[in-house]
């Protein structure tokens, strides 16, 4: 009933910027986070940020200081401002979200298909 659509990867030198956009369609459900994640190849998918209720922020070591999450409640939108990228940070970027179902107690998980971000030395 929830579907996630990412944009905004690309090719990008060291040390430039990209911004990711998550966008969410679908009803009946009552978002509690929202973020992004990645994975490369040879390694488990690892948290980049995440928004949870009230606004509040978590970023990964690797990104903090470089990376910003933000989210657009009205839009139902999260976003990742990402600078000073880094080739450590190539990966296929995630958007998940986890919320309650209404009218249930029960809490689930949805991801996007992922958008590829490469950054090139």
């Known amino acids: 009933q929830v579907q996630l659509v990412e944009s905004g990867g690309g090719l990008v030198q060291a040390g430039g910027s990209l911004t990711l956009s998550c966008t969410k369609s679908?009803?009946?459900?009552?978002?509690?986070?929202m973020g992004w994640y990645r994975q490369t190849p040879g390694k488990q998918r690892e948290l980049v940020a995440i928004v949870v209720t009230g606004g509040i922020t978590s970023c990964a070591d690797p990104v903090k200081g470089r990376f910003t999450i933000s989210r657009d409640s009205a839009s139902n939108a999260v976003y990742l401002q990402m600078n000073s990228l880094k080739p450590e940070d190539t990966a296929v970027y995630y958007c998940?979200?986890?919320?309650?179902?209404?009218?249930?107690?029960?809490?689930?998980?949805?991801w996007g298909q992922g958008t590829q971000v490469t950054v090139s030395s």
């Open positions: 679908g009803s009946n459900f009552r978002i509690d986070r």
């Open positions: 998940y979200t986890e919320g309650v179902v209404l009218g249930t107690s029960r809490v689930t998980y949805y």
